[in-house]
């Protein structure tokens, strides 16, 4: 898995930045472009999952995404059945 950091391009920055904005870090626009204000997004995120703020979206903040999403799982659907939607949404897309 490559990872993500400014000037990237393409569909999975706008993968990440759906993410970002669904979770309430990111208020830019989706347009696939790994800008400064994805990036500070990013650092935001990593910040709130407990992965190393350094603005690069690769394995280890997947990695704590997952486990950040898995926790609040189990702590508020898991009795609806519910999985945590992102890491299965990026695995599946190659990350």
Same mark, same amino acid.
Not at 7 to 12: A, I, Q, V
């Given at each position: 898995m490559a990872w993500l950091g400014r000037y990237s391009t393409g569909d999975r920055v706008k993968d990440v930045q759906s993410l970002l904005w669904q979770a309430g870090a990111y208020n830019g626009k989706i347009d696939g472009y790994f800008g400064p204000k994805t990036e500070s997004a990013?650092?935001?995120?990593?910040?709130?999952?407990?992965?190393?703020?350094?603005?690069?979206?690769?394995?280890?903040?997947?990695?704590?995404?997952? =486990?950040?999403?898995?926790? =609040?799982?189990?702590l508020e659907s898991l009795d609806a059945g519910k999985d945590p939607v992102v890491p299965r949404m990026m695995n599946q897309k190659g990350y």
């Amino acid at each position: 898995m490559a990872w993500l950091g400014r000037y990237s391009t393409g569909d999975r920055v706008k993968d990440v930045q759906s993410l970002l904005w669904q979770a309430g870090a990111y208020n830019g626009k989706i347009d696939g472009y790994f800008g400064p204000k994805t990036e500070s997004a990013v650092r935001s995120w990593q910040s709130e999952v407990g992965a190393l703020p350094d603005g690069f979206w690769g394995s280890k903040t997947i990695d704590a995404t997952g =486990l950040y999403l898995a926790g =609040l799982n189990d702590l508020e659907s898991l009795d609806a059945g519910k999985d945590p939607v992102v890491p299965r949404m990026m695995n599946q897309k190659g990350y």
